[in-house]
């Protein structure tokens, strides 16, 4: 499987940013796919100075219906107007400072997956969590709940407790995990749960990249703070096997 290194811009960036990054990206030889999820207002700059470069852009999140009376949502159909191909949903932050549920975080991924959008679903256990030995257990109801019928896209594993803290788990954890994961896909999906990506995300730096994307099952990364920045992102693709 070729390796996804998505970067995850959150509430960063501004429109000066997007010529200089879009170009050092452009510019540099790749072996992985790469992927840009900058806020929303970037997505068509990004997708516009990322043309013909086969970057993709995502956004960081969007609304179950096609359109409506949500004020200050965006939907799938207009992401992928925008030229976003990928959409991140469920990301810890939007479970818990927007209080998604794992029923919200499917009709998203329902939704993009009909605006032909690839949906990235974020899931991960907190720290008390995996300090009560419920980790696995919370993962997988996760799945079991955040993934529509016939779901096609990509899972994200992020501990909540490794996001922007500098902290990661063992590699020891990140393998049973994402073996964990891989037998939840395939019993819920059957053969096509075998072949999704499952990146691994949280605080991933060029310094620890190499040894986590070598990890059985791990597909790519998703990278918050380090990919704002158009060097570390590339060092991380890079560090990356060649799939
Ligand atoms: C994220 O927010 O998806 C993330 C992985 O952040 P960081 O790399 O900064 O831990």
Known sequence: MRPLIAGNWKMHGRLADVQG????????ARHTDLLICPPFTL???????????????????????PEGAFTGDVSAPMLAEAGASYVILGHSERRYCHG??????????????????????????????????????VVRQQLMHSLPEG?????AYEPVWA??????????????????????????????GKALK?????????????????????????VGGASLKAEDLLAIAAAAPRG
């Open 163 to 192: 996001i922007g803290t500098g902290r990661t788990p063992t590699e020891a954890d990140v393998a049973a995990m994402h073996a964990a994961i891989r037998a939840v896909l395939a019993e819920k999906l059957g053969e096509p």
């Open 43 to 65: 997505i068509d700059r990004f997708a516009t100075a990322l043309a013909g470069s086969g970057i993709a852009v995502g956004g960081q999140d969007c609304h179950p219906a």
């Open 198 to 222: 499952i990146l691994y995300g949280g605080s991933v730096k060029p310094g620890n990249a190499a040894s986590l994307l070598a990890l059985p099952e791990v597909d790519g990364a998703l």
């Open 100 to 137: 998604e549920t794992n029923a919200r975080v499917a009709g998203k991924a329902e939704a993009a997956m009909f605006a032909g959008l690839t949906p990235i679903v974020c899931i991960g256990e907190t720290e008390a969590q995996r300090d009560a030995g419920e980790a696995e257990h």
């Open 151 to 155: 779901f096609s896209g990509i899972i």
């Open 21 to 28: 990054f879009a170009q050092a990206v452009r510019a540099a």
